[in-house]
């Protein structure tokens, strides 16, 4: 997800790099709360919390607005959690989640199908974000409006692994391109929006509600191609261990409905969601009308029509699918060995009914 540079990830530290958003890295479908019961109290009791490790992306943001709403209005409390959170990088998150040492993260599908192909015991259990964060973008002024406008053109991004990889190769693929057709520019140190801000490249891989959002409130109107329409990419989304499935359900159930409800009341009230951002993160307050951008940007990814049908959090099994099957024909594909299904990726028990 967005906010932070791990935006575009670094390489990680599986056999093969997993791709991902840190959302900052990453990254919601969250139809109407009240389609979904609300968090049942977990086996706990309110005097006897179940402690519950909650894994975020690295640099806290106000991207995780809700988790911070639902832990200081006391929805988790209520739940019977004592919620912690941890900020990790993508690769590691999802590494500790299906090794158990946290209980449940966020990390998105191209992360979730390679981990899994390579005998890591994770579950995506929630959709986050609805809509695939990872863009392309670039200024009006360049004339770039389509993929196919991309050809011979210098384009930045911070490595060829991980998400923003994964999301570009997709979006090339709609317009019958390769990577090759264009002149890739390499930024380690995800120096790619200053550079295209800079005018050194006319466009940049980035997420939908941060890069963007910055070069417009600068006054600089922009382009913004997403991969949605080409590959339904699974985006960021809620993720945990299969012991942690096992043996804690009733707690990640009520975790998960906690969250969907204040997802809910930040779409409702974005204020809300920044005002809980700024008390976990004050920091944050330094800069409310920017923050209050992202986080606007971030709401607009958190449902899609397959969610406004089946309800917030609901996980589109096609979109899954498609997913692996793209990702399984890329040259030099992350996945290893044969591609896993999706009973293998997904876990739709802990979702409210």
């Not at 029509?305 to 399984?328: L, Q, R």
Request: aromatic share 6%; charged share 15%.
């Amino acid at each position: 997800m967005p906010g932070r540079r791990p935006t575009a990830r670094r390489p990680m530290r599986l056999r093969v790099a997993l791709g991902g958003l840190l959302v900052v890295q990453l990254l919601v479908a969250c139809g109407p709360a009240s389609s979904r019961s609300t968090s049942p109290l977990a086996s706990g009791s309110a005097s006897s919390p179940t402690p519950l490790t909650v894994g975020l992306g690295y640099i806290p943001s106000v991207q995780f607005a809700q988790f911070y709403l639902a832990q200081k209005a006391g929805y988790y409390r209520d739940a019977g959690l004592q919620v912690t959170f941890q900020n990790k990088i993508d690769p590691d998150l999802v590494t500790l989640v299906g090794q158990g040492t946290i209980d449940v993260g966020i990390s998105d599908g191209t992360s979730v199908i390679p981990a899994v192909s390579q005998g890591i015991p994770v579950r995506y259990v929630a959709t986050i974000y609805a809509q695939f964060p990872n863009v392309v973008y670039a200024k009006q002024a360049s004339g770039i409006k389509t993929a196919a406008d991309l050809r011979g053109r210098k384009l930045g991004t911070p490595g060829k692994y991980g998400s923003s990889w994964i999301m570009l190769q997709a979006l090339l693929s709609s317009a019958g391109l390769k990577p090759s057709d264009l002149d890739i520019e390499l930024y380690p140190d995800f120096g790619q929006g200053a550079a295209l801000a800079q005018g050194a490249v006319d466009a940049a891989t980035g997420f939908i509600n941060n890069e963007p959002v910055q070069l417009e409130l600068s006054g600089t109107p922009s382009t913004v191609l997403r991969v949605d329409q080409a590959v339904p990419l699974p985006g960021n989304g809620l993720i945990a261990g299969a012991t942690a499935i096992s043996n804690k359900a009733p707690q990640l159930r009520a975790f998960i409905a906690a969250t969907l409800r204040a997802m809910h009341e930040i779409e409702a009230d974005p204020q809300k969601g920044l005002d809980a951002a700024i008390a976990a993160v004050p920091e944050l307050g330094q800069d409310r009308r920017t923050q209050l951008a992202i986080l606007k940007a971030t709401i607009g990814t958190w449902s899609n029509d397959y969610t406004a049908a089946h309800g917030a959090g609901a996980i589109d099994p096609s979109a899954w699918a498609k997913t692996v099957t793209f990702m399984a024909g890329l040259s030099g594909s992350p996945i290893s060995g044969t591609p896993p299904r999706v009973p293998q990726l997904v876990d739709t028990s802990l979702l409210p009914s």
